[in-house]
Nanobody, 126 residues
Framework: QVQLVESGGDSVLSGGSLRLSCGAS????????LAWFRQAPGKEREGVAS????????WYTDSLKGRFTITQDNTKNTLYLQMNTLKPDDTAVYSC???????????????????WGQGTQVTVSS
């Protein structure tokens, strides 16, 4: 069993940066597939990025490559999402998730994840 708690959400101006954190408790954290998803108002939840095998493999939604970076610190059992050059379209509730495994073909499928955090709000204004 893995428990996930996100933090770091805030209101920022367009062009700003934020770093989200996802603290994990429970066993086997470093072996899980970890991901960030987001859900904007009126839209379906979408995958943002995922990391697996202790950070050796990472995947991103194409449109976010270069602006967002997913990392994990296994000594702190924490997953991070560094978000740069934020845009109003990035406004959403960001949630972290964990799965026992994942792959490039389906890391973005939310049904693949067994554990979810409660989410943290990111609001970007112009």
């Amino acid at each position: 069993q893995v428990q996930l708690v996100e933090s770091g959400g805030d209101s920022v101006l367009s062009g700003g940066s934020l770093r989200l954190s996802c603290g994990a408790s429970g066993g086997g954290y470093s072996t899980y597939c970890l991901a960030w998803f987001r859900q904007a108002p009126g839209k379906e939840r979408e995958g943002v990025a995922s990391t697996y095998t202790g950070g050796l493999r990472t995947w991103y939604t194409d449109s976010l490559k270069g602006r967002f970076t997913i990392t994990q610190d296994n000594t702190k059992n924490t997953l991070y999402l560094q978000m740069n050059t934020l845009k109003p379209d990035d406004t959403a509730v960001y949630s972290c998730a964990a799965a026992r495994s994942c792959a490039s073909a389906w890391w973005f499928v939310q049904g693949s994840y067994n554990y979810w955090g409660q989410g943290t709000q990111v609001t970007v204004s112009s």
